[in-house]
């Protein structure tokens, strides 16, 4: 994948949805530029380290944060020394739209902390950045939601049939599996979504959920040529794969048929 590929396709994405909204000069680029290179960083410091006046790093940071390019990281007052500031996702998107750093690369590592892919290689991350202007195309809500990567993820899944229409189906399907794993692994690592009542049970072929009930809700199964993932079980299951092998480790499980909101994707 191309670096350069994925700079100019959210370049123009950005320059269409956002940075034409804003009033990006030359010293909030600097500005940019320099919190993504030593972020997390004071405005204090900013003023120690750069060409600035103290008024003018103010003035710019103030307006930043008014379009969501910068954060604080703790609740200090505005311009406090003691105040540390970060990128967002949309500041560091509106890099690459902008070119304020060469090297896209640094972009793209940045991203990925704040995704939380840094268990991912680059070139994963990259993909995801790929399928972006075609996502926000599809999905104006997505725009809103590009901070939070879960959020992101689910989009991907559901939106995946419109995206095929644009999309190389190699890409897609590779930006569908890496969505799909995200979600499991944070589903694991969140204890705060999988509650005290039901079980998740699974390794490299299979993820489930079993509930208090007995009801079997599947993430993704690979056991068989179907690929499945976010399906219940259905009353009719005997044949598949994926209820001997849960009744083969002494689980049991109350067949349902699956509900109106659950849909099945075959990858």
């Known amino acids: 994948m191309n670096k350069n590929y994925i700079s100019n396709g959210i370049s123009r994405l950005l320059q269409k949805t956002i940075v034409s909204d804003m009033e990006i000069d030359d010293t909030i680029k600097e500005l940019l530029t320099y919190i993504i290179y030593n972020e997390p960083i004071t405005l204090y410091r900013i003023s120690k380290n750069t060409r600035f006046a103290v008024s003018t790093i103010y003035k710019k940071a103030k307006r930043m944060i008014q379009y969501g390019l910068i954060r604080p990281l703790n609740d200090d007052e505005f311009g406090g020394e003691r105040c540390v500031y970060v990128s967002t996702v949309k500041g560091l998107l509106t890099c690459l739209a902008i070119n304020c750093i060469d090297d896209p690369g640094i972009v793209i590592?940045?991203?990925?902390?704040?995704?939380?892919?840094?268990?991912?290689?680059?070139?994963?991350?990259?993909?995801?950045?790929?399928?972006?202007?075609?996502?926000?195309?599809?999905?104006s809500n997505a725009l809103r939601m590009i901070e939070d990567p879960r959020a992101i993820m689910i989009s991907i899944l559901e939106h995946r049939d419109?995206?095929?229409?644009?999309?190389?189906?190699?890409?897609?399907?590779?930006?569908?599996?890496?969505?799909?794993?995200?979600?499991?692994?944070?589903?694991?690592?969140?204890?705060?979504?999988?509650?005290?009542?039901?079980?998740?049970?699974?390794?490299?072929?299979?993820?489930?959920?079993?509930?208090?009930?007995?009801?079997?809700?599947?993430?993704?199964?690979?056991?068989?040529?179907?690929?499945?993932?976010?399906?219940?079980?259905?009353?009719?299951?005997?044949?598949?794969?994926?209820?001997?092998?849960?009744?083969?480790?002494?689980?049991?499980?109350?067949p349902q048929s699956p509900l109106s909101h659950q849909k099945s994707i075959i990858v």
């Open 162 to 254: 419109q995206l095929r229409k644009s999309l190389n189906p190699d890409l897609l399907d590779d930006v569908i599996n890496t969505a799909t794993h995200y979600l499991i692994s944070r589903l694991i690592i969140d204890s705060d979504i999988t509650t005290k009542s039901s079980l998740l049970v699974g390794n490299e072929r299979f993820v489930v959920n079993i509930d208090i009930n007995g009801s079997a809700y599947v993430y993704v199964c690979k056991l068989c040529e179907k690929s499945c993932m976010n399906i219940t079980i259905p009353s009719d299951s005997n044949g598949c794969a994926l209820f001997h092998e849960i009744r083969r480790l002494g689980i049991w499980i109350r």
């Open 109 to 139: 590592s940045r991203l990925c902390q704040r995704w939380h892919l840094k268990s991912y290689c680059c070139q994963r991350a990259m993909k995801i950045l790929s399928v972006m202007p075609v996502l926000l195309g599809i999905d």
